[in-house]
């Protein structure tokens, strides 16, 4: 009784001790989708429970001049950020793009400084020579009349979703990647959408006197079932429910290439493309093995024709022993492709294979 207790210990705290890194590795999607989730519903219960009290020292500012605020949104960081990405990707390339990336980092940065100078010319023909520290007016308890800071808003929650959405579409790749990207995309120019019109509020406050900013923002419905809209469709493209563009994966009906191509049954589809000469064959389709167990020969080197059928999606076949060391590797490989790996030989035995990159992709080699 003592030593089977005993045992299941040294069991479960050797997950602690010697834990199976591939296993965690390919979990930390997982891990990182639960921390932001955690976090997000921390934020959202804040703001929620946020009561009218305001805490601490209140801090006077001085009084600007009447004409005079902070500058308002500029597409000048957007396009910065985008001449920074050509000159990377120039980087990368190599060629004509680096120079084409250099040039448009130069052209959006002096767009940035003309906007820069600009501002600053007019606070100068605002405020006049007379535009110094010294000459501000005394700190005053309150602000103007009508000016108070911007509304609360939903964007940054909105924005940690989406770059919840495309940090999954770097791990998973495929349509989710795209979709991520989209997700972002669609944050970002919702928040510049706000940014302007409050800038216009405030303009529109220096000849009113009066900053009207519409009050508390709603539940923006419409971005979340947009973004919801996004995550289904990901995961159906992503998982093969839905048909990839453009062909999508082979086809996966019959007995396939380990048939050797034999047996020339007539019918209206075009056959399989014919697997190379291997000892064994693997397939991928929608994001899983269609044969979670395979048969190879023992104590020799032997072959294995891995065909990944599914389009944009990399796999690839990892071998361990019961350990959780690794006994083969295989090349990463993104479908449709078919390639040959060369697995040197193992004793007899039964012996987990997996995806690295899809933790779910599990089967077993049977050594005999």
């Not at 955690?38 to 020292?57: I, K, Q, S």
């Not at 040039?103 to 400084?113: M, N």
């Not at 509304?151 to 989710?176: E, N």
């Amino acid at each position: 009784m003592l030593d089977e207790l005993w045992s299941a210990l040294i069991r479960f705290t050797e997950q602690f001790v010697v834990p199976d890194w591939g296993a965690l590795v390919g979990l930390l999607p997982v891990i990182l989708a639960v921390v932001v989730i955690l976090y997000l519903t921390w934020v959202v219960y804040r703001f929620t429970t946020a009561g009218p009290t305001r805490r601490g020292v209140r801090r006077l500012p001085p009084v600007a001049p009447a004409g005079i605020h902070m500058p308002g949104p500029s597409f000048a960081p957007v396009l910065a950020a985008f001449g920074v990405f050509l000159l990377v990707f120039g980087m990368v390339v190599g060629g004509p793009w680096l120079w084409v990336g250099l040039i448009a980092l130069v052209i959006t940065l002096l767009y940035w400084g003309r906007e820069a100078l600009r501002d600053y010319d007019h606070i100068a023909s605002v405020a006049g020579e007379h535009a110094a520290v010294g000459a501000l007016p005394a700190a005053a308890g309150t602000p103007p009349a009508g000016v108070h800071m911007p509304p609360p808003t939903f964007r940054p929650l909105l924005a940690a979703v989406s770059l919840t959405l495309l940090v999954a579409g770097m791990v998973i790749g495929g349509w989710a990647l795209w979709f991520g990207l989209l997700a972002v995309a669609l944050v970002l120019l919702g928040w510049l959408r706000d940014a302007w019109r409050e800038y216009a509020a405030t303009e529109a406050a220096d000849r009113t006197g009066h900053l009207d900013l519409g009050g508390a923002p709603a539940w923006p419905r419409a971005i979340f079932a947009a973004l919801a809209v996004i995550i289904a469709g990901a995961l159906l493209l992503s998982s093969g429910i839905l048909p990839n563009s453009g062909g999508g994966a082979l086809p996966s009906g019959g007995p396939g290439a380990s048939d050797g191509g034999a047996g020339g049954g007539g019918g209206g589809a075009s056959p399989a493309p014919s697997l190379p000469a291997a000892d064994v064959v693997v397939v991928a389709e929608n994001i899983a093995w269609l044969e979670t167990s395979i048969t190879v020969p023992r104590d020799r080197a032997f072959t294995i024709a891995f065909d990944n059928r599914d389009r944009d999606v990399p796999h690839d076949i990892v071998i361990r022993d019961g350990t959780g060391a690794e006994l083969f590797r295989g090349d990463v490989t993104t479908g449709p492709s078919i390639v040959v790996y060369d697995v040197p030989a193992i004793p007899a035995g039964q012996y987990p294979f997996v995806c690295s990159i899809h933790s779910n992709m599990t089967g077993t080699v049977t050594a005999q």
